[in-house]
């Protein structure tokens, strides 16, 4: 029985080769992301594992030292603490608490102590939270946040904030910040267990291996359907 019949037309040949293209070039992109992600992976665990030190004073700060292990002293402005809504753990909506710390020198810097569950937002409910003694706090920096497109804008005046602007929380609070850092905390325990520490994502996820097989293995397909098709036997093709 003769084999290749039919031959491609010009049409299914600039189709296919497109679809090839689109599909390895997907493919590739992932592979790139894959690097990138470990990379990124990497470089805040090293950040994240040297020896702390104290919050920079610094109103510039250096993209450089994100993730970077850090410490204050001091007491918490309590009756200004902030809530960063929408924020989940193992399934459970709740918010993060931001509170100033006030330093010995008179310097305020931000803090993000942790998760807390959505129920917990009156401080009556959760009253070991509100520490009046001077606390040594450790995580790791972070930097100002920017709104991405799909968030909400910020509602000081209902205490509620979608990304950390550390400029408009300042400000609402009434507080001039020594810095524009601010540190989220490890998971050291706190009184009552509230607010959870260790909510920075040092190790973040990374599916972009599996996303490049995908999309290489539907390269891969798309060449071998293509070949057979045009190996049907001649019967196959008068009766078609």
């Not at 070039?25 to 992932?30: F, H, K, N, R, V």
């Amino acid at each position: 029985m003769p084999l290749l019949t039919t031959r491609p037309s010009i049409a299914m040949k600039i189709s296919v080769s497109l679809a090839l293209v689109i599909l390895i070039g997907l493919g590739s992109w992932q592979v790139d992301r894959l690097f990138w992600k470990q990379n990124l992976i990497n470089e805040r665990h090293t950040q994240a594992e040297k020896p702390p030190i104290a919050v920079p004073l610094t109103q510039t700060p250096d993209s450089a030292m994100a993730f970077r292990s850090a410490f204050a002293e001091g007491r918490f402005l309590n009756d200004q603490e902030m809530h960063l809504m929408a924020r989940t753990r193992r399934g459970n909506v709740g918010f993060h608490l931001i509170t100033p710390l006030e330093q010995a020198d008179g310097s305020v810097i931000l803090i993000n102590r942790g998760w807390v569950p959505q129920d917990y937002r009156d401080p009556a409910t959760r009253p070991e939270s509100v520490i009046e003694d001077v606390v040594r706090v450790t995580g790791v920096l972070r930097l100002p946040q920017v709104k991405h497109w799909v968030q909400p804008e910020n509602e000081p005046l209902k205490n509620q904030w979608f990304f950390v602007d550390v400029d408009a929380m300042a400000e609402d609070s009434g507080t001039e910040l020594a810095t524009r850092y601010y540190l989220e905390l490890d998971e050291t325990p706190v009184p009552g267990g509230l607010p959870i520490g260790g909510q920075a994502k040092v190790d973040l996820p990374n599916s972009h291996l599996q996303y490049a097989i995908t999309w290489y293995s539907l390269a891969l397909s798309l060449i071998v359907i293509f070949v057979l098709y045009h190996r049907r036997p001649k019967d196959d093709d008068a009766s078609s």
